[in-house]
C-alpha cells in the first residue's frame, strides 16, 4: 500500500499502556501515511495508570515507530498531557528533531494554530486531581468491560458499541462540559486573533467554527485512539478528520480477532527505549 503523505499530522489522548488503547489499529494507521511534521498533543503515554504493568508489544511498536520517524529528521512535537503530565518538567528538551513543549503556535503560510491539550480547562483537574485519577480507573475498567462485551456481540453477528460515549452523549453534565471546553478555548483563541485551536483531552473529535461578539475562530479536536480512532491532518492548506472506520485503505481491521499480546515488564520497556535512544544519538 502507498503510503499518503501528511504535511502535518496530530494526534492525541493515545493512552499507552492502559486497556482501551487501539494500538494495533494506530499502528496500521502510522505506516499508511508518510507524515512533514508530527504533533502528540497530550497523553501519549498514560502515566497515571502504568503501575498496572501493562505494556503490550503492540503499545511498545507504537513508540518505536514515532521514535523511526525522529531518526529520518522528521519534526515530532511532544505537548505534554494530565495523564503524561510528569513530562511537563522537561519542557524545552529538544534531542535531533524531537522536543517535548507544554503549547504550541504553529504558523502554515498567513495563519497561525494555537495547540495545547486543553486540561488546563478541566476545574477537576485544577482541585480534585485524586478524582479524576479515580474517575480514568474506573473508565479504563469500563473500557475493558466494554471490550469483554463487544466480543461477545461480535460472536453473536453484532455491531460493536460503545458504552462510554453512549453514557457521556446520554449524561447533560457531560454534554455541557464538552460545550463550556470548547466555548472556553474558543473564546481565549478569539481574543488572540488565532485562526485555528487545537485540543485534545476531551475524546470529542471535532472541526467546526465558533464564533463570539468578537469574531470567529476554527476549533479542532483531534479526538483519541479509545474510543473515536481519529486524528487531524494538514495538507493543501486545510485541515480535516481522520477517521480509522471510514479508511477503506485498510481493509478488514475491524474483523481482526483478538490475539494474545505478551506484556512487556517495565524494566524491559525501559531497557527497549533506552537501545532506542542510543541508536538515535549514533545516527546523529
Request: hydrophobic share 40%; glycine share 6%; net charge positive.
Amino acid at each position: 500500500m502507498k503510503k499518503r503523505v501528511v504535511e502535518v499530522l496530530v494526534l492525541s489522548d493515545i493512552h499507552l499502556g492502559t486497556y482501551g488503547c487501539h494500538a494495533k489499529e494506530l499502528l496500521l494507521y502510522l505506516k499508511s501515511i508518510k507524515p512533514k511534521r508530527v504533533i502528540l498533543n497530550g497523553d501519549i503515554i498514560d502515566i497515571w495508570q502504568f503501575k498496572k504493568r501493562y505494556w503490550p508489544k503492540s503499545h511498545m511498536k507504537v513508540v518505536k515507530h514515532v521514535m523511526q520517524w525522529i531518526t529520518k529528521g522528521i519534526s515530532v512535537t511532544y505537548i505534554t498531557g494530565n495523564h503524561d503530565e510528569m513530562l511537563r518538567k522537561f519542557e524545552g528538551f529538544q534531542m535531533g528533531s524531537f522536543k517535548i513543549v507544554n503549547k504550541l503556535l504553529l504558523n502554515i503560510g498567513n495563519e497561525s494554530a494555537w495547540i495545547f491539550h486543553g486540561d488546563v480547562f478541566d476545574v477537576t483537574m485544577q482541585h480534585s486531581k485524586w478524582i479524576a485519577k479515580l474517575g480514568a480507573m474506573g473508565y479504563d475498567l469500563l473500557i475493558l468491560l466494554n471490550s469483554g462485551v463487544n466480543y461477545m456481540s461480535k460472536k453473536m453477528g453484532r455491531e460493536p458499541v460503545s458504552m462510554s460515549k453512549k453514557i457521556k452523549n446520554s449524561v447533560k453534565s457531560a454534554v455541557k462540559f464538552i460545550n463550556d471546553f470548547e466555548k472556553i478555548a474558543a473564546d481565549i483563541a478569539i481574543d488572540n486573533r488565532y485562526d485555528y485551536v487545537i485540543c485534545g483531552h476531551i475524546h470529542q473529535p471535532e472541526i467546526r467554527r465558533i464564533e463570539n461578539d468578537q469574531g470567529g475562530v476554527m476549533y479542532l479536536n483531534s479526538g483519541d485512539w479509545i474510543e473515536n480512532l481519529t486524528a487531524l491532518e494538514y495538507n493543501e492548506g486545510a485541515w480535516q478528520l481522520y477517521e480509522f472506520a471510514t479508511d477503506i485503505r485498510i481493509k478488514g481491521i475491524n474483523n481482526m480477532e483478538v490475539e494474545y499480546q505478551e506484556v512487556l515488564e517495565t524494566e524491559v520497556l525501559f531497557k527497549n527505549m533506552l537501545e532506542e535512544f542510543q541508536l538515535m544519538k549514533s545516527d546523529k
